[in-house]
């Protein structure tokens, strides 16, 4: 089992930033691909960016491309996303998920956070 708790979430002004957090215990965190989906209200979760193992490769979404930046620190059993320009099609529940393999896809994945609530305001 891993366990994961996002955080870093908050209201937020168009054109601002934020720094998740997902913090991870339990098995070996460098075992896992690691994954952000979002849900906003009314929608489907939706990919938005993945990290490999070592955090040698990375994987976007066309919409947070060139804005958004997924990294992970192995050592402190941690993946981070960097949101920066947010716009208020941003505004979502941000989840974090480890699986074995890159998904890009909520089915793909095998343990999910309760997620953390990101508003941006117009």
């Known amino acids: 089992q891993v366990q994961l708790v996002e955080s870093g979430g908050g209201l937020v002004q168009t054109g601002g930033s934020l720094r998740l957090s997902c913090a991870a215990s339990g098995r070996t965190f460098s075992n896992y691909v690691m994954e952000w989906f979002r849900q906003a209200p009314g929608k489907e979760r939706e990919f938005v960016a993945a990290i490999s193992w070592s955090g040698g490769r990375t994987w976007y979404a066309d919409s947070v491309k060139g804005r958004f930046t997924i990294s992970r620190d192995n050592a402190k059993n941690t993946v981070y996303l960097q949101m920066n320009s947010l716009q208020p099609e941003d505004t979502a529940v941000y989840y974090c998920?480890?699986?074995?393999?890159?998904?890009?896809?909520?089915?793909?994945?095998?343990?999910w956070g309760k997620g953390t609530l990101v508003t941006v305001s117009s």
């Open positions: 998920a480890a699986g074995t393999i890159v998904a890009g896809s909520p089915h793909g994945m095998d343990y």
